[in-house]
């Protein structure tokens, strides 16, 4: 999978949310690609990863864009993800759960591997 089929798939599993008082925006990379998402304005956009350095609160890094979609949709879990060294974050790893909420419409949804 590379960034613009992620993004597009990813747009199809959003959903608005309405409940978080802030907005979090998060940097997504795969290399030196990467995405932008914003829960306030449901935002899923590329950007280019050096323009992208001030608008971040979190940025997390994905061995693959296979890998953060499955992870952000539930397909794996974020424990076994971040044991084997698939993602790494900034310091900011707990902000990944608002930004997997956009896209898990159910509770429970994360399948074992």
């Known amino acids: 999978m590379n960034r613009d089929q992620c993004i597009e798939r990813l747009r199809e599993h959003s959903r608005p949310i ?3 008082a802030e907005d979090i925006t998060v940097l997504l990379k ?3 690609e990467a995405i932008v998402v914003s829960t306030s ?3 899923i956009e590329s950007v280019d990863v050096k323009s992208a350095e001030d608008v971040r ?3 997390f890094d994905f061995d693959t864009w296979s890998t953060a979609f499955d992870l952000l949709v539930g397909h794996i879990d974020l424990a076994s993800v971040f044991l084997n060294g698939r993602i790494r974050s900034n310091g900011y790893l707990t902000l ?3 930004i997997m909420s956009i896209f898990q419409h159910q509770r429970g949804s994360v399948a074992p591997e």
Request: positive net charge.
């Open 18 to 20: 309405a409940s978080f």
């Open 30 to 32: 795969v290399k030196n």
């Open 41 to 43: 304005r449901g935002a």
């Open 57 to 59: 609160i979190a940025c």
């Open 96 to 98: 990944i759960f608002p």
